[in-house]
């Protein structure tokens, strides 16, 4: 009997030492194409793996980009009208069919796909489109580009002293993140309110308008 429980737990450890073994790194998302170049009007076949699962994805043809560097001018440079979306599979995978057609930026281009919802996820699989402009990669800036994620919004509420006059106080909040390639170190932020006219605008002696910032409580409207 004692052997028999000395066998079944040498058997448990075995198989505990078999089951614990290396963390493996996460799959990263990977695009590959049917083809390397296509006309306007053609298509091609573009497949991927390492994907969420379930994940909701757009494929794009995208100018001026390479894969090392992604898409540095986000999809304003790519040909949105033409785009697909596509769900991948309970294993990440997917497969669809992306109609050819030029972006409104040279090339060299690639077929940029990435996630719609949730976590942040893209990769790019370089491609021509054929007879499209090709022209040098613009030089990578020193730093990093910040561009504003979300709607701004006011918080606060007046208190009592706004019934006599007094202005409230609001908060400006918004959502900024870094989409460059570099740390961004010190940034500024230049906050102001738009005027019709200000009595401390005019203009210099070249003839170029020139104002200055206007401080005004937030209840109040511009001036005319």
């Given at each position: ?14 198989l ?49 980009a ?24 309970a ?53 990093g ?57 005019g ?14 409580p ?7």
């Amino acid at each position: 009997m004692k052997l028999r429980i000395l066998g079944a737990a040498v058997l448990a450890l075995l198989l505990a030492s078999v089951s614990v073994g290396p963390v493996q790194a996460a799959e990263q998302p990977v695009v590959k194409l049917s083809k390397s170049q296509a006309g306007t009007g053609g298509s091609v076949t573009v497949t991927g793996s390492g994907w969420r699962a379930k994940a909701l994805l757009m494929i794009l043809v995208c100018g001026q980009a390479v894969p090392s560097r992604g898409v540095p001018g986000g999809t304003n440079s790519c040909a949105n009208a033409d785009g697909r979306a596509v769900t991948t599979d309970a294993k990440g995978r997917f497969s669809r069919k992306l109609p050819v057609a030029e972006p409104p930026v040279p090339c060299p281009c690639v077929v940029h796909v990435a996630t719609v919802t949730g976590a942040k996820a893209e990769a790019d699989a370089i491609f021509q489109v054929a007879g499209h402009a090709v022209e040098p990669l613009p030089a990578e800036t020193a730093g990093g580009r910040l561009s504003v994620l979300t709607d701004t919004r006011l918080d606060g509420v007046g208190g009592l002293l706004t019934w006599f006059g007094a202005p409230p106080a609001r908060t400006l909040v918004f959502t900024v993140g870094n989409v460059g390639t570099a740390a961004v170190r010190n940034p500024v932020f230049h906050v102001g309110t738009p005027t019709a006219c200000s009595p401390r605008s005019g203009r210099n002696s070249s003839g170029a308008a020139r104002s200055s910032p206007v401080t005004r409580p937030a209840s109040s409207s511009p001036s005319s």
